[in-house]
């Protein structure tokens, strides 16, 4: 168990695995950029969470629902939580996540998303199986099962974002495909950095031989 003040942002979770790098320079050296693509995704974000509460029949909605899980150290908000009402006469969270892409070959958003499920969970006292990812290009849902290996991997995902921000070390860049799209490419500069690190090897190399 963490304590309040050790709290990381459940978003912390995603930056870690598209891009450890990325993460460290959000969330330890506090550096942020805007492109298109971030921009587009904060007024999504921003549209959802002023939205007012919503009941019909046996859903209630709710948008921008404080969460804090202090097992697994993370503390953020939820777009969206829908409370489904069961035969019992309960209501069972289902927490949606917004974002303005498609489904990734990762499973960043996943583990993003069975967070914010392990947050109310904990809050509530209740077991949450299932959410969504409702992905803005596609204008569809993804249904998430939070099955085991997922809640393992969310958990794992947690120490060891953790373990990074504790060090206070930021890894070096390794470039890649995702670094074109990433809004902190031109701060970051790894074909630059990973240039350089791969001169120094070869004039080692030669000195050596």
Same mark, same amino acid.
């Given at each position: %168990? !963490? ?74 908000? @939820?777009?969206?939580? #829908? ?26 958003? #996943? ?10 969970? #904990? ?8 959410? @969504?990812?409702? !992905? ?52 970051? %500069? ?5 240039? @350089? ?8 190399? %030669?000195?050596?031989?």
């Amino acid at each position: %168990m !963490y304590a309040e003040s050790d709290n990381l942002m459940i978003s912390a979770l995603q930056h870690y695995l598209y891009c450890p790098r990325q993460c460290a320079l959000i969330h330890i050296e506090q550096i942020w950029a805007e492109n298109i693509y971030t921009a587009e995704g904060r007024v999504m974000h921003e549209r959802v969470h002023s939205e007012d509460r919503a009941s019909r029949g046996k859903l209630r909605i709710s948008y921008g629902i404080a969460l804090r899980s202090l097992r697994l150290g993370v503390s953020g908000q @939820a777009d969206v939580v #829908e409370f489904h009402r069961q035969e019992d006469g309960s209501w069972r969270p289902f927490p949606v996540e917004y974002k303005r892409g498609r489904p990734k070959n990762g499973k960043w958003d #996943e583990v993003q998303l069975c967070a914010q499920a392990i947050c109310l969970e #904990e809050m509530l006292e209740v077991e949450i199986p299932a959410g @969504a990812l409702f !992905y803005g290009k596609t204008r569809r849902r993804k249904d998430v099962i939070f099955d085991a290996n997922l809640r393992s991997a969310t958990e794992n995902t947690a120490s060891r974002l953790h373990e990074l921000i504790g060090s206070g070390q930021t890894p070096k860049p390794v470039f890649g495909p995702k670094c074109e799209s990433c809004s902190l490419c031109e701060l970051c %500069m790894p074909k630059v950095t990973g240039a @350089a690190k791969s001169v120094a090897k070869y004039l080692s190399r %030669m000195l050596e031989d």
